[in-house]
């Protein structure tokens, strides 16, 4: 397995592989159904996604010389990477599990306060009618802020902009990765 710095420093080559798949993908997600899609196209590609969503940050803890990339292809990998985990993104409750979370720690926190003088002051009533309170809330936050992310994340995963976006961070890795145009890759071409 390669250590993180090396796989770091490769990242446009990895941009080109994934890239590569994410084309693939998109172009099988244009032209099938969605029950009829590639089982394992979807599962190297989520991946892949995946791959490419944690590079950024293992980039930047560990490629120490300054001009080995740009804040433009940490985004491109950004949105390159929601772009492949989209669906498997989608599928994920935030609104419940971010509630859940929060509930089972909001009860923890009352039964430690319980065992306290300024606790045994307060009446469990009130505490847990005020986690209930706070719990709604962050239901209903969630569940709106829920909408607006299953949106962006529709869109993300319409195989023409997984065709799109991955043929952009393919191009982008191919040009730096080849040294045609240093670091900057599309960008040079764009000012």
């Given at each position: 397995m390669p250590a993180p710095s090396s796989l770091a420093m490769h990242y446009a080559w990895v941009l080109v592989l994934c890239g590569s798949m994410g084309v693939a993908l998109g172009i099988n997600r244009t032209v099938k159904r969605r029950e009829n899609e590639s089982l394992v196209l979807q599962l190297l590609s989520a991946i892949g996604g995946?791959?490419?969503?944690?590079?950024?940050?293992v980039m930047v803890l560990h490629i120490r010389p300054a001009g080995v990339y740009t804040a433009a292809t940490l985004l491109l990998m950004i949105v390159f990477s929601l772009c492949l985990l989209a669906r498997p993104l989608k599928k994920i409750p935030i609104a419940f599990t971010a509630v859940t979370a929060s509930g089972v720690f909001l009860l923890w926190g009352a039964m430690?306060?319980?065992?306290t003088a300024f606790g045994e002051r307060i009446p469990m009533e009130f505490v847990v009618g005020a986690i209930v309170v706070i719990l709604a809330a962050l239901f209903i936050l969630c569940?709106?802020?829920?909408?607006?992310v299953d949106t962006v994340l529709t869109i993300l995963g319409w195989g023409l902009v997984i065709t799109l976006v991955s043929a952009i961070a393919v191009i982008h890795g191919a040009l730096i990765a080849n040294g045609v145009t240093g670091p900057e890759g599309l960008q040079h071409y764009l000012h």
């Open positions: 995946l791959v490419v969503l944690a590079l950024p940050t430690r306060l319980r065992g569940f709106a802020l829920e909408a607006a």
